[in-house]
């Protein structure tokens, strides 16, 4: 608004305020006896000025359907401000009215002195949006005001945990809540924590807080409780073993079998080497020793037995004897006996004469002997048929 105008507005103010005065030319003149004909109210004053209503910014506001004209004086923000029929307007910053038409170019008038800049008031109310004017000159830059609240987005539903999708705007996320329960990729979720797909971890799995040693396995202890950490099988225990040879010169586990020796006596492991495993139901014997790949019997773990041997019934035996007559070749007489023997065994008888003989029958009976020692005493295999496993240990 111009000064000129804003001298007119005051005119009008204060024509009011002294609307009891009266002039022969319908116009009033304080501090002049010659008033313009062009005005109603002409004050002159060269140490004086016109003070108007004097309000704070709450007093202004709560004036209940103002004027459209009506001016005061803000004594917050220390500004007139008059009401332009919609909304209060200030003086103190340049107000845009409506353009009026394009008058001819007139000429170049002297720059006046630049006056002093105000103090920055407080922002008033937003008012509507009015016609575009001339494009004032660029003002201080305000303060940065709070950021207002983002949208959603327009497929947003019912039970879908939110999520930022863009920095200002809420939408849905992958997860979904219903009945307490949480869903991961589903909309029915049965337990706290309901995930459908793959799970990758890049942590450690912390069941009761405890994130459990290297080879162990997950273990379920029933129902509503939470699983443990355990050794599968527990530490000491024995396999048998076809896979891969993973092992080092000692029988240490390496690559897939960490955390396992062969059981060969080293790593703290038994010397299984080319032996069966006897089971016990006492720690007393682990680890006892026993028994031999081959073995040699005795006489002594023989059983008890005899050998029977079986003759005929009544029979004889035929023997052929030998016997000498008298020799006189000899010079001397040789007894006529009966010898068994060889030639020339009965001294001074030669010759002798053979004969059969037959013994007489003495009925059934038996011969009695013992037979002779048979066997060389070697030592036997007493392994069944087998196959070959290593043992393993989990360390």
Known sequence: MTKRNFYTTIAFCTLCIFSFLSHAQNNIGIGTSTPNPTAVLDVNANDKGVLIPRLTTAQRNSIATPATGLLVFDTDLNCFFFHDGTTWASLCAAQVGP?????NTGAAGVNGIAGAQGTTGA???T???GATGVA?????????GNTGPGGYCNTAQAGYVAKFTTTDTVCNSIMFENAGNIGVGTTTPTQKLDISGNTQFSGALMPAGNAGTNGQALLSTGSSTAPVWANIPPQGGIIMYSGAWNFDGTGLGTGTLLGWALCNGNNGTPNLNDRFVMGTNTNASLGATGGNNSYSLTVAQLPSHNHTITSDGNHSHTVTARFHGKDGEGGSNC???????????WPNCTNPST???ATSVDGNHNHGGATANTGSGTAIDNRPQYLVLAFIMKL
């Open 123 to 125: 922002t008033g109310d």
């Open 335 to 345: 007894a006529t006996n009966l010898f068994f023997g060889d030639d020339n065994a």
């Open 136 to 144: 004032g000159a660029n003002g201080l830059t305000g303060a940065t």
């Open 99 to 103: 353009t009026g038409a394009t008058g």
């Open 355 to 357: 004969a059969p003989f």
């Open 127 to 129: 008012g509507p949006t």
